[in-house]
């Protein structure tokens, strides 16, 4: 499959250089010579100099021969002319990302009918819809839902003091219907056996039926207090998105921002909340709004080092929790290690449905796992799959990788090597960024 991607700004580069990962061919068309140069000189793509919308670049037959085209170009309505100029020009699909929140919110019928957009992709909505959905379940730095929330995956770190601890897997006593799917101990992912401990400060992924996830959640000694007061740092695009999100959710909402402007526009979004424009770093004035009595600290700023020292103070002055948006995916791991609980890339989110949208097919959902180290995956089993009619452990499955559930019809299945595959069943397994591609062709269908 071919993939032309139209701008390689920060997304555009991170997007082409994830699917070259995944062995697709990618074509990259930028205006800008240096950021084409950088393209060329870093990652195993063909670099194009020019203008994606200009009817001329489809001439060049490796454009003209792509089955998708991902338009990330620093303008919205850039990015929906190429589509429609993509779509004009053969192209099957196209993916835009749309920032505005008019064209987003208001108008997507707009965008798909008139604009030949097949996926809007908004970083900052996908980012505070995740941080929105994280901080209702006080448990948990991350939470899936699958198959209609049928099948949910809670990510938590485990304390000196879980029960979960210091004993085999087999000799857990978990809810009915509930799996310990995947470990990351110190930023390296394992796929536990029988024998294999838990140890604290484990990053475990459980996967099970919602009701079993929920009693789980219910059980955790560690668990934060419910979410009652947050305070943001940041009305950018994110902050702006989020801010309405958490006072819909009856939270006491309090906003910092030093740009005025900004300032008014997120006020005129509130009923409640109160938004005020400061310096997020004046301790003073954080003491004054009371950062000791926030259940979580959200910094949104678009500087990734002031993010981190705003959370790292906010913890100083006795914030419960934080949580950091991140645009350099490398700072993921390093803001982890000093302190900060929650680190989201807003790319990373991207991606996911970049991902998603690129291998068609069966597949559902994709979403990105530490640092884009694995991949929780839903698709479709499709008929004549090669894993069609085949019990799970006739399967070639990579041992980094686990089927956790099985929905078929209105039932959900926790699965075991004798566990049958049928066409049209909906899966959910976990997989190694770089066994992905191939691990799901085993579910493709030939028809």
């Known amino acids: 499959m071919r993939i032309v991607i139209a701008g390689a700004g920060k997304l555009g580069y991170n997007i082409a250089q994830l ?7 990618v074509v990259v068309i930028e205006s800008d010579p240096a950021r084409k140069s950088i393209v060329q000189g870093n990652l195993d793509v063909l670099a194009i100099e020019g203008n994606s919308c200009s009817p001329y670049i ?3 037959p490796d454009v003209a021969g792509a089955d998708v085209l991902i338009a990330c170009t620093d303008s919205d309505e850039v990015n929906m002319v190429t589509c429609l100029m993509a779509k004009a ?24 009918k008139d604009m030949k957009v097949d996926l809007i992709l908004n970083p900052e909505r996908i980012t505070a819809l995740e941080i929105d959905h994280i901080l209702m379940t006080p448990s948990a730095l991350n939470i899936d839902e699958f198959a209609g929330g049928r099948v949910r995956m809670l990510e938590t770190k485990l304390g000196e003091t879980s029960p979960y601890i210091k004993q085999t897997l087999r000799e857990l006593t978990l809810p009915p219907d509930i799996l310990v799917a995947m470990v990351f101990r110190d930023h390296q992912m394992m796929i536990p056996g029988g024998d294999d401990m838990l140890l604290p400060d484990d990053n475990v992924y459980f996967v099970g039926k919602e009701e079993a996830i929920s009693k789980l959640e219910r059980s955790f000694i560690n668990v934060y207090d419910k979410i009652e007061r947050a305070l943001i740092i940041g009305a950018g695009r994110t902050g702006r998105f989020l ?76 914030a419960k929790r934080t949580i950091v948006r991140v645009a350099h995916n490398e700072y993921i791991e390093l803001m982890e290690k000093v302190g900060v609980d929650i680190v989201l890339s807003s790319r990373l989110l991207s991606i996911g449905e970049v991902l998603r949208f690129v291998r068609k097919g069966g597949i559902v959902s994709v979403s990105l796992l530490e640092g ?4 929780a995956i839903e698709l479709i089993v499709g008929k004549g799959a090669a894993a069609e009619g085949k019990q799970l452990m006739e399967l070639a499955l990579p041992k980094e990788s686990l ?23 909906r899966i959910i397994f976990l997989v190694k960024s770089d066994l992905a591609k191939n691990t799901v062709k085993i579910f493709d269908g030939r028809e």
Not at 247 to 255: F, R
Not at 269 to 291: A, S
């Open 58 to 60: 489809y001439e060049d």
């Open 89 to 112: 020009h053969g192209i099957s699909h196209t993916a835009a990302r749309i920032r505005n929140v008019e064209y987003t919110v208001h108008a997507p019928e707009m965008l798909n």
């Open 403 to 425: 089927i956790c559930a099985v929905v078929r019809g209105d039932e959900v299945i926790i699965p075991n090597g004798r566990t049958f595959m049928q066409a049209g069943d």
């Open 243 to 318: 801010a309405p999100m958490l006072e819909e959710q009856g939270l006491q909402l309090k906003v910092i921002e030093k740009d005025k402007e900004r300032c008014q526009l997120l006020a005129s979004r509130l009923k409640r909340g109160l938004v005020l424009c400061g310096d997020g770093t004046d301790i003073d004035l954080l003491t004054e709004e009371g950062v000791s009595e926030a259940d979580v600290v959200i910094c949104l700023t678009e500087d990734d080092k002031l993010n981190l020292l705003l959370a790292l103070l906010a913890k100083h002055l006795g």
């Open 19 to 25: 699917l070259t990962e995944e062995q697709f061919d």
């Open 372 to 375: 884009a180290q694995a991949q």
